[in-house]
């Protein structure tokens, strides 16, 4: 039980932004959003995190909706390199030592 | 800074064989640390966890075990291989801190093929 629904994929041309969607209408109020990825024959990796406030790091940007049962990973300018399968995960109290990793979305990136 | 080492990177073990996966972290002391599977094209599933030495969950029941002989070690083991736990194998550890804030690193992973 990922508790967060996201995409199977998704597709997009290179430098061009990607908006990534992941709902979770069951989020408390004190669970934090986080994304990470996964590139081919590697493990994941952290991207970004937050809790109410959209947040921006080098790797992307993380939009959250006021009511926090959505938010949106954006990449503003895809490279090939960002083809990967992207994980959205609730990281709180009520999911103990685990981090739950879901189907996620495989971003595809086209030339 | 910290870092997680496992190996083999990559292995071929004959079915009925023995496994043994090795994992460390290095700047850290008492990590969280996990064992997760990855099937070809599939998602991650946790098998084991520990949260210090000697103290082992399983997640999945199967043929495999896990131990923590020491603070940084947790080794993924199996004394009779199965065609059916071939995959990719991540170890990982969790920097704890204020509780939902906390990040997963994970190893380099440790590819196994049972044929």
């Known amino acids: 039980d990922a508790k967060t629904t996201q995409p199977n994929s998704m597709e997009s041309n290179e430098e061009e932004p990607v908006h990534l969607p992941c709902n979770h209408s069951t989020i408390s109020g004190t669970d934090y959003i986080h994304w990470y990825r996964q590139l081919p024959s590697q493990g994941p990796e952290y991207v970004i995190h937050g809790l109410t406030s959209n947040v921006n790091n080098r790797m992307a940007s993380l939009a959250i909706a006021e009511d926090r049962k959505s938010s949106t990973l954006i990449l503003h300018r895809a490279t090939l390199r960002d083809a990967a399968v992207y994980y959205c995960?609730?990281?709180?109290?009520?999911?103990?030592?685990?981090?739950?990793f879901g189907p996620g979305t495989r971003l595809s990136v086209l030339p | 800074s910290q870092t997680i080492h496992q190996w083999p990177a990559t292995l071929v073990q004959p079915v009925g064989s023995p496994l043994s996966l090795e994992c460390t972290v290095e700047g850290t002391s008492n990590p969280n640390l996990y064992w997760y599977r990855q099937a070809a094209g599939r998602g991650l599933q946790l098998l084991f966890y520990?949260?210090?030495?000697?103290?082992i969950s399983s997640e999945v029941p199967q043929n495999l075990s896990a131990s923590r002989p020491q603070d940084r070690q947790f080794i993924l083991s199996s004394k009779k291989l199965l065609l059916s736990d071939s995959g990719f194998y991540l170890c990982?550890?969790?920097?704890?801190?204020?509780?939902?804030?906390?990040?997963?690193?994970f190893g380099e992973g440790s590819w196994l093929t049972v044929v």
């Open positions: 995960i609730l990281r709180g109290g009520d999911y103990g030592q685990n981090f739950v």
């Open positions: 990982a550890w969790i920097d704890l801190g204020t509780w939902g804030r906390n990040t997963i690193y």
């Open positions: 520990s949260v210090g030495i000697g103290q």
